[in-house]
């Protein structure tokens, strides 16, 4: 009798035992499942951050070793693309620049490939102003950052539309302690009409009209940061942001 009661006992430690390593099994699959997530954002984010730095290093280049202006650098691409019935719908070529010498992207005859991110970006279920950018696809424009430069035509690259994930993660890899919860520049920001209108993929149409809006004006951990990732307004979703020249 002791014995079949010994056995029981036996019988019943090993279950809580099989049925504690279960709950643990499960609860750190969970979890995995999350922070797997958090590192996948993290890795498109530094995919992200690293091709704006090799964009910015041949842009540098161009200047100091090839001798040539900023108004004379086409960042123009048979790639990236205005949004519009037909993509590629690429942006125009800079007129000042009539050398591949002075190209940044390698469909136009520069050096650095033409890359996408339309992999990291929200869907795009509706059509919107054949001037702006396609969803995933880098672009030049003129922008203002609150304490960048000592005027409001600063040289920004961007890309809009991105995943809510990924923006977090570039302003965690930046230093920023905030979410795009908190980043909202709604229309004051790069990429939307009016005083942005991205028709001219290049800088010799920067000094056309003086801008009055500011990216940092609402946000302020935004004042003075060469680069950023805020949530914008109508269909523009979140916001990568890096400054070529502040001006």
């Given at each position: 009798m002791k014995s079949q009661k010994g056995n029981a006992l036996f019988l019943i430690l090993i279950a809580v035992a099989l049925f504690a390593a279960l709950s643990y099994a499960i609860t750190n699959s969970s979890r995995g499942s999350s922070s797997v997530d958090k590192e996948q954002a993290s890795l498109q984010a530094s995919r992200l951050m690293q091709y704006f730095a090799q964009v910015e290093a041949e842009f540098t280049k161009i200047r100091v070793i090839g001798g040539y202006d900023i108004t004379e650098i086409d960042f123009g691409s048979d790639v990236f693309s205005r949004w519009g019935a037909t993509v590629p719908n690429p942006w125009f070529d800079n007129p000042n620049c009539t050398s591949n010498n002075c190209r940044i992207f390698q469909s136009n005859g520069g050096n650095v490939p033409d890359i996408t991110f339309e992999d990291i970006v929200i869907p795009l279920t509706t059509a919107f102003s054949s001037s702006h950018p396609h969803h995933g696809h880098p672009f030049v424009a003129r922008a203002d950052v609150v304490s960048v430069g000592t005027t409001s035509q600063d040289l920004v690259l961007g890309v809009i539309r991105l995943e809510r994930e990924v923006c977090d993660a570039i302003n965690r890899a930046l230093g920023l302690s905030i979410t795009v919860a908190d980043a909202d520049e709604r229309y004051n920001a790069i990429g939307v009409p009016g005083g942005r209108d991205l028709t001219n993929f290049n800088y010799w149409s920067l000094d056309a009209t003086a801008l009055s809006e500011?990216?940092?004006?609402?946000?302020?951990?935004?004042?003075?940061?060469?680069?950023?990732?805020?949530?914008?307004?109508g269909t523009y979703g979140y916001t990568y942001y890096h400054v070529l020249v502040a001006r």
């Open positions: 500011q990216i940092g004006n609402q946000e302020t951990a935004f004042q003075g940061q060469l680069s950023g990732c805020y949530r914008g307004g």
